[in-house]
């Protein structure tokens, strides 16, 4: 009994969602360890984190923005995608803003921090994960894209090696009939 092979369109996309489920499991992990004030103690890394996160709310913000209004980005990129990272944007720049403030809310053991990070980790860890399984079913357009031209670059070898056998066969085959021919010439001389 031979095993079936899996297709490349179905291999690419169990590797994109693994990816995502593995970056999923990573900020649920995250998560998790900053709210039970196992990691993030430091005071500079915390600062480097709001610095960081203030950029990359704007980012999130921008990109949706972006695919949103470009017809070209929205060919490559899931608008659901980015859709989710809006409240997030939103959600991390109103946090960097408030710890910049020096507000009383952040207090010194920076409680109010590490819960507000573990919840951020929380929401990208589901994000993560509902991407993970919806991109299984619905892949992103630039995956489609990518199975296209591997499937067409897989078409053009297949032809290519098509077209080397029938030139061996002729090949063959002209020398075949020149061996015949040689044959007979050498029947007729000794005739």
């Not at 992990?29 to 480097?48: F, N």
């Not at 090696?161 to 075949?176: C, T």
């Amino acid at each position: 009994m031979a095993k079936e092979k899996m297709s490349l369109e179905k291999k690419t996309k169990l590797i994109y969602s693994g990816e995502l489920m593995l970056f999923a499991i990573l900020f649920l992990v995250l998560a998790t360890l900053e709210i039970l004030h196992v990691i993030g103690k430091r005071h500079i890394m915390l600062v480097i984190f709001n610095w960081v996160t203030i950029f990359g709310g704007t980012w999130m913000l921008v990109d949706f923005f972006w695919v949103l209004f470009s017809k070209k980005r929205r060919k490559k990129n899931s608008l659901l995608d980015k859709a989710l990272l809006i409240p997030l944007g939103i959600y991390l720049i109103t946090f960097d803003i408030i710890c910049f403030c020096n507000a009383p809310i952040v207090d010194a053991e920076d409680n109010f921090r590490r819960l507000m990070m573990g919840i951020a980790f929380y929401y990208i860890g589901a994000i993560y994960l509902f991407q993970s399984i919806y991109h299984y079913f619905v892949p992103v357009p630039s995956l489609v894209q990518a199975i296209e031209d591997a499937y067409k670059a897989e078409q053009e070898e297949m032809e290519k090696e098509r077209l080397a056998a029938l030139k061996e066969q002729e090949i063959n085959k002209d020398e075949a009939v020149d061996a015949e021919v040689e044959v007979k010439q050498e029947d007729k001389k000794d005739l």
